[in-house]
């Protein structure tokens, strides 16, 4: 096809009359067109699909295939169905126009057709398909550019969201600093909290990013004074106000963000201890008025604190953990979390078994979770 300026045109004569191919041949070189030719319908197909001409003059009645059905196969590809067609015949009947027009044909020229015609419906054609290249090209352009800039939103959101990780990161490394126990806790209950979520049929990115959030729960302990998070036994009334502190001091810390993962881990730092009953802390939220992250944090929360030694106890047995998880449907969990929560038990025993304390720091698996985002969710 004839893409560059000044180019001529290229038009394909299709006729099985070696006669009527020689003579249009020399008019429309005359007329300053490059003609090619065929002897059929199916020698056109194989050149208009080797190299599209600008405009094609098909017979209509030719041996091997016809000039109808060349024409169906070239209109009915995409690649080919631009490509104008006149259709010269010496046939006039009705009938035969109108499989014509149905087949796709463009225009129709006479036999024996007359030069001054020929040229006005050659010169209509073509100009009509430089409009339709003109159109194509330019979207063409646009689908480039507006890939171009989709690449360049998915590369900015992939920094974003890289970024967000790593203050997750660096956030709970904070705390891990302040309590040796915390590190391997934050990569038990993020887990089981995904799980939990995944269980619960939530989108997919929303399961990702309480996987990436619900480790900054705890992130308010920054604020806590060692004396009393790290107290071996009991706290006094004076000091558990204190460290309920540590919910409304996280929120603050992660307040103002304009990214997904830190924004969900501001929620999920001031509401993991509200209960379902209303008991919980710091506002006294009950029911659907909890924030389904916060309470699917908060049952993964206190299972891990459950079965894990903490400064003031030692661990407790895991069936008893998981007793008191159950008892605690509908009054301290959200019973629909609950309900997956233990539908999935031997997930959340094997993330338990294959996150523990030894092996891997915490820092560096932290570390991983922030350089590698598409860390897989099982």
Do not use: C
Request: glycine letters at 6%.
């Amino acid at each position: 096809m004839s893409e560059a300026a000044g180019a001529k045109p290229t038009i394909l004569i299709v006729d099985d009359d070696e006669q009527v191919r020689a003579l249009m041949q020399t008019l429309l070189t005359a007329l300053g067109y490059r003609p090619e030719v065929a002897e059929d319908g199916a020698e056109a197909l194989e050149k208009v699909a080797a190299s599209p001409p600008d405009l094609i003059l098909m017979d209509a009645t030719m041996p091997r295939v016809g000039g109808l059905e060349a024409v169906r196969r070239l209109k009915g590809s995409e690649t080919t169905r631009i490509i104008p067609i006149i259709m010269v015949t010496g046939l006039h009947d009705m009938d035969t126009k109108v499989k014509a027009l149905e087949a796709g044909v463009d225009d129709f020229l006479g036999k024996p057709w007359e030069q001054i015609e020929l040229k006005a419906r050659i010169a209509s054609l073509l100009r009509v398909k430089a409009g339709n290249d003109q159109s194509r090209r330019y979207q063409k352009d646009l689908e480039a550019e507006v890939a171009k800039r989709t690449r360049q939103l998915e590369g900015a959101l992939t920094r974003q969201r890289t970024l967000s990780l790593e203050a997750i990161y660096r956030l709970s490394r904070a705390s891990e600093f302040r309590d040796e126990d915390t590190g391997a806790h934050l990569r038990r209950m993020s887990r089981y909290s995904a799980e939990v979520a995944r269980r619960m049929d939530l989108p997919k990115r929303t399961i990702e990013a309480i996987l990436y959030a619900s480790p900054m729960h705890d992130v308010g302990k920054i604020g806590i004074p060692d004396q009393i998070l790290l107290k071996p036994g009991k706290l006094e009334p004076h000091e558990m106000q204190i460290m309920r502190l540590h919910t409304t001091i996280g929120s603050q810390i992660l307040h103002g963000s304009t990214t997904d993962f830190l924004k969900l881990g501001e929620v999920i730092a001031l509401t993991h201890h509200e209960k379902w009953d209303g008991s919980g802390y710091p506002h006294g939220l009950a029911g659907a008025k909890i924030p389904l992250a916060g309470s699917i944090t908060a049952i993964a929360d206190v299972f891990d604190a459950l079965t894990t030694k903490r400064p003031y106890k030692d661990p407790f047995p895991v069936e008893k953990a998981l007793a008191i998880v159950r008892e605690g449907r509908e009054k301290h969990f959200h019973p629909e979390v609950v309900d997956a929560f233990f539908s999935i038990t031997d997930e959340i025993l094997r993330i338990r078994e294959d996150n523990g304390d030894e092996g891997e720091s915490a820092l560096f698996r932290l570390t991983r979770m922030a350089e590698n985002p598409t860390v897989p969710l099982r």
